[in-house]
């Protein structure tokens, strides 16, 4: 054929064709959805410390082992409760003159998903404490120590924030470990990571491939309550550790606690929902209970977990009792 | 736990299969000793009788005896039919004789061919070209290594620039733009003066290319580890100024390629110009695509996103090496391919259906639901290009399958050929919805991205660059060191893999179920890790041994030879004779 044979018309021929193909499958799409999406209403823009907290996600490379984004099926409502759309990317922009925008969907999820990472963990101790040492606070973790992101100083400065760092991670360092301005933005970055809730009366769409949910057998009308141990290492196991001891100058421990073991359940139900800052000696607890939306039923499986195990033996507590004072903290925080 | 469930259970059956082996082995052995032992009394009974029979022997019957030995033992003298004149062979028939005096532990493969003329400035520049791509896999293997080693060991080490992080993206960046583009750009000015039979249009811009893509790569590297990159999409992190010095060096050479082809002296152009050429356009295209600002806000940078590394890896390394395929294994079979107009099919197919899948990597994502869709169906359509590239080089290797255990350069293409089939069939199955629920977001992407970059792409290069570099430089490499490396290589890249894959779906699983934390489902890869880790090293290794034999087949330095053919003995004897009259 005569078409084979000129290499001009052969060569047109194939890149026509695929840039046809491109721009009906890449072009298009991009900026039909670049043009046609909005931030959402409640979509706080990025501040200045946030916004150079992401230029040092950026450059570190976190997006390597790290998602953002939630998708519609049932197995990634662990990180968000709403599936992704458009408009939660919709404000992200060219980053600057040099980088591209980064939107940091990631492809790779060796570690966790971050997208609301900023409502699950919004503790700056822990996050501080993570960043230095991972292993300190969750031993099998395979995540890069940053320890650069620090210095040691020999005492500490007005608005210096210190990383106490447990003895074993140490390594004879004698001074104070303090957060560098980067290692800050970088966690106000995390914490600013947080899943936008939609406008008024909009229902987000539905998770896809759900689990179909077994029934309750309800036993000696016992309502069966969730995997308090699951919960407990999901919601409360990074400060509090999976044997309940906490971590010396950061986290207390919940093993022979008295609030724990106690029978009155107001502080400790308060605790959960409203967080606690009572002892200079220990890190702020944010309001788990309340960002994370944990049910009676799921609070009633923690506590209940934290009760009887590491050696605590305390009275078990019912899902009604936590309901009752769930609802009595809500009216008294009201006020 | 009840005895029944402990017999069900997969790992005692095999171990008791495992302890019964040799337990079976032995049963039999005692029964040959126990045999052996019987017939030994048996015989020695015999024997004895026998002996009486002989003292009883006549003299008749010995001599009887005598005789008939004697008849055993006649001989001929061996000259009944050449006489005794000295043996000649005055047409030079028999030559090159290779006797072998010693054990072979290593088999004798067949020799590269002897080499057609290339113009001596080309094959320097074409060596050049595929020693910066040997560096570029050494080192990028090297800081891939480091990666996974990282994996179980990640207090390695603390420093910022060695991070996980930083040094991820300067691994697979090396060996996509470092290795696998130069070589491929090596080898195809090779090819495309070949196939077009005239020399090429300029060698000057060779050496530029060359250049800029060595800069670039080298400037991407250390930008990466020092943090600046261009925000996190797979394989478009170096930043938009460092990939230009990369583009500028494609556009000249694509240039350069193409006055080459518009002077050809054949009247077609060959499938293999079709090929490379095109995947040259295709790559600048993503690439001006990728860093262009206009269509990169929001969602649209994931949708550009996917549709750049889709293409990078399927419109520039594959479609270029299908081209080179097309080149080399008809030359190294010594026959044409089996079908010219299946080659054609598979190019115009593999443009149409390889340009929509990008977005299959963003399945079940905030991307339009449509365009989802358009991916998946697409992954599916790319089976038509793959079994028909696949079934073209197989018949093409069909009827000379003998000559496959003869040489140390075929296994690499056969092996490239197979894992074309499998990886990028794998690539179609992972992008259906259900697998993409188990596989997306594990190590699975890992393992399925070296079964496919690693499988085909660098082993259809090791095979080119062992035909092409011993046809320019007369010399080729130690056949054991080659066979290691192949062996290596394959071993190392399934050890890599199949655990790899194997812990992936179990961690996908995991994720699925739910009732696990995540970081139980970080435990549950240890294993698995380490075991890629293992077969990380192997596959480093035999790089060390490809470099080795790189090395072997460009050296300058010649071994000191004595002479041994005729030829040679007299022409030494002359220029010893012209020595001492001169002295």
């Known amino acids: 054929m005569e078409f084979f044979n000129n290499h001009k018309t052969l060569f047109r021929t194939a890149l026509s064709l695929f840039i046809g193909l491109t721009l009906i499958v890449a072009i298009m799409p991009a900026i039909n959805n670049q043009e046609n999406n909005a931030p959402l209403p409640n979509y706080e823009p990025l501040s200045p410390e946030v916004f150079l907290g992401k230029k040092s996600f950026i450059a570190n490379g976190c997006v390597a082992c790290h998602t953002q984004q939630v998708r519609n099926v049932a197995m990634d409502k662990i990180w968000g409760s709403r599936p992704g759309i458009a408009a939660d990317y919709a404000g992200i922009t060219r980053t600057d003159f040099w980088r591209n925008t980064a939107t940091l969907m990631g492809t790779e999820r060796t570690g966790p998903d971050l997208t609301n990472i900023g409502t699950r963990q919004p503790s700056l101790a822990w996050n501080l404490l993570h960043l230095y040492q991972p292993r300190s606070v969750t031993e099998k973790s395979i995540m890069p120590a940053y320890p650069w992101l620090f210095e040691v100083n020999t005492g500490l400065k007005e608005g210096d924030v210190e990383v106490v760092v447990p003895d074993k991670f140490r390594k004879d360092i004698k001074g104070k470990i303090v957060a560098t301005q980067e290692a800050l933005n970088l966690v106000a970055y995390l914490q600013s990571l947080k899943q936008p809730s939609l406008p008024d009366g909009k229902t987000p769409m539905e998770f896809l491939y759900k689990k179909e949910e077994k029934p309750t057998i309800n036993s000696a009308n016992k309502a069966v309550l969730p995997d308090g141990k699951l919960l407990y290492t999901q919601n409360c196991g990074a400060c509090h550790q999976a044997n309940g001891e906490g971590l010396k100058g950061a986290f207390p421990p919940l093993k022979g606690s008295p609030i724990v073991l106690s029978e009155d359940l107001e502080l400790f139900v308060s605790i959960i929902m409203r967080g606690y800052d009572a002892r200079p000696e220990y890190a702020v607890m944010n309001a788990v209970g309340t960002d994370n939306n944990l049910t009676p039923e799921e609070i009633t499986a923690i506590i209940n977990h934290e009760k009887t195990n590491w050696g605590n033996n305390a009275k078990t507590v019912t899902p009604e009792e936590i309901k009752k004072m769930m609802d009595f903290i809500k009216l008294t925080s009201k006020k | ?583």
């Open chain 2, 1 to 583: 736990m009840e005895t029944k469930n402990i017999f069900s259970e997969s790992g005692i059956i095999i171990t008791m299969l495992l302890i019964a082996i040799p337990i079976i082995a032995a049963s039999i052995l005692v029964m040959i000793k126990a045999k052996a032992v019987l017939k030994k009394y048996l015989k020695k009974k015999e024997l004895e009788k026998f002996n009486e029979y002989l003292k009883g022997l006549s003299p008749d019957e010995i001599e009887k005896l005598e005789q008939r030995k004697r008849e055993h033992e006649f001989s001929l003298s061996n000259l009944e039919l050449s006489g005794d004149k000295e043996p000649i062979d005055c047409k030079g028939l028999i030559d090159n004789i290779s006797e072998v005096e010693t054990l072979r532990f290593v088999e004798q493969k067949k020799k590269s061919q002897p080499r057609p003329y290339i113009e001596p400035d080309l094959s320097k520049l074409i060596l050049w070209y595929l020693g910066c791509a040997t560096f570029w896999l050494l080192f990028g293997t090297t800081v891939g290594e480091y990666l996974g080693i990282k994996f179980v060991a990640p207090d390695v080490d603390q420093y910022s620039w060695l991070s996980f992080g930083r040094l991820r993206p300067v691994h697979t960046n090396a060996v996509f733009w470092g290795w696998a583009s130069l070589a491929m750009m090596g080898l195809a000015y090779y090819v495309i003066p070949r196939v077009s039979n005239v020399p090429i249009a300029s060698i000057k811009t060779g050496y530029r290319s060359l250049v800029l893509i060595n800069v670039s790569v080298i400037l991407g590297s250390i930008f990466l580890m020092a943090g600046i990159n261009n925000g996190g999409g797979e394989y478009r992190e170096y930043i938009w100024p460092v990939m230009a010095l990369f583009g500028i060096g494609i556009i000249i050479s694509l240039q350069n390629f193409f006055k080459t082809i518009a002077k050809r002296t054949t009247k077609e152009i060959y499938v293999s110009n079709w090929y490379i050429i095109s995947a040259m356009m295709f790559l600048l295209v993503i690439a001006i695509i990728a860093y262009w600002p206009s269509w990169q806000n929001g969602l649209g940078e994931t949708i550009i996103q996917g549709y750049y590394m889709h293409q990078g890896v399927g419109m520039w390394f594959m479609l270029f090496n299908l081209g080179l395929m097309y080149y080399f294994l008809p030359q190294q079979l010594n026959k044409p391919i089996y079908s010219y107009s299946l080659g054609i099919l598979a190019f115009w197919a593999q443009i149409l259906f390889y340009t929509l899948i990008g977005t299959h990597h963003f399945i079940f994502s905030a991307i339009p639901w449509w365009l989802q869709t358009v991916a998946i169906i697409g992954s599916a359509g790319m089976i038509i290009p793959v079994v028909a590239g696949t079934t073209n080089f197989l018949l093409t290797f069909k009827g000379s399958w003998n000559k496959l255990s003869g040489s140390y350069t075929l296994p690499f293409y056969l092996i490239g050929i197979l894992f074309y089939f499998t990886g990028s069939l794998q690539g179609t199955a992972e992008a259906f919805r259900f697998t993409n629920l188990v596989w997306h977001f594990t190590d699975f992407t890992v393992a399925h991205s070296h079964l496919t970059m690693y499988g085909i792409i660098c082993f259809m290069l090791w095979g080119f660059i062992y035909t092409v570099v011993p046809r320019i430089t007369g010399k080729e490499p130690p056949q054991i060191t080659v066979g290691a490396h192949f062996w290596l290589a394959l071993i190392g890249l399934l050890f890599y893999t199949f655990p790899l894959m194997y812990g992936s779906t179990l961690r996908g699983l995991m994720w699925m179920e739910g009732t696990k934390s995540f970081i139980e489902s970080v435990e549950l890869m240890a294993p698995y890790w380490l075991w890629r880790a293992i077969g990380g090293s192997l596959m480093w290794f035999s790089h060390v041994l490809f470099a080795y034999n790189f090395y072997v087949m460009v050296r300058k330095k010649d071994e000191i030879e004595i002479p041994k053919s005729p030829i040679d003995i007299l022409r030494a004897k002359q220029e010893v004779d012209k020595q001492t009259i001169t002295n």
